[in-house]
């Protein structure tokens, strides 16, 4: 396993675009974890003698400011921060449940496997969307929930794929010599069977982090995600939509961060798939 990501690795180091993106999504990562330290401004600082200015060096704005005079360098790097953190931990709470249900579908077969798979298809024909909006409803828009609730509707695909890649490895050798060698059931799919659906599984959460994004952008853009003060990309974006003639910094600065996230993501991942394609490692 560890040859083979280490094939993977320099197959990637071969891709110009995948390692290309990579390095933007690191820089982008350090600055919205250390830009605000350089930053004179503060995120809910209001600078009434700068209201919607445009970028600028002398007066301090770097990015410029909004129709409150908020500064939206530090904004938009709070928003990004916001938006990557919910990006992260979501795809986590997504593939934690995905890969166990998955795994656990496909190495037990029969009966239980017939159920949860029609589990999954009645949640899929569902506008999961909807529920989300339900929890933050009726919980309180809260962040953390918002984090859990969106990972807890992303798992369906996640546990399709590992349960596809689980029935192809179920009668490999090792797994029969595990099973003569008094293995349980739990042992097995964690020592043996998880390990080896690992590459999909990599590939898929390096694509469900901008969906994730995306998503988490959409319910902030309709007022259902992050609460002023604190900011996401999305609800900058939706304040920057009502500025866009007149200001439209305030839209295209953000907006940029996250197109530049959600392709350098999506580039990421093609090239993680093609390094990790098990055909030609």
Known sequence: MSARFHTAARRLQTNPAAVFALA???????LTVFGPSV????????????VATSPSLESAHWFGTDRLGRDLYARTLQGARVSLSVGLVASAVSLLIGIG?????????????HWMMRIIEILSGLPLIFFVIFLTVVFGRNESLLFFSIGAVGWLTMARIVRGQ???????????????????TGRIILKHVIPNVIGPVIVYATLTVPQIMMFESFLSFLGLGIQEPR????????????EMEAAPWILLIPG??????????????????????????
């Open 166 to 184: 689980t029935l192809s490895i179920r009668r490999r050798e090792f797994i029969e010599a595990a099973i003569a060698s008094g293995a349980g």
């Open 101 to 113: 249900y998955g795994a656990v579908a496909g190495y037990v077969g029969g009966r239980t496997d």
């Open 256 to 281: 940029g961060f996250l197109a530049a996230l959600l392709l350098c993501l999506n580039i990421l991942g093609d090239g993680l798939r093609d390094a990790l394609d098990a055909r030609e490692l």
């Open 231 to 242: 900011a996401s990309l999305g609800s900058l974006i939706a304040d920057g939509a009502g």
């Open 24 to 30: 933007v999504i690191l820089a982008l990562t350090a």
């Open 39 to 50: 930053n004179p401004n503060g995120i809910e600082t209001l600078d009434w003698l700068h």
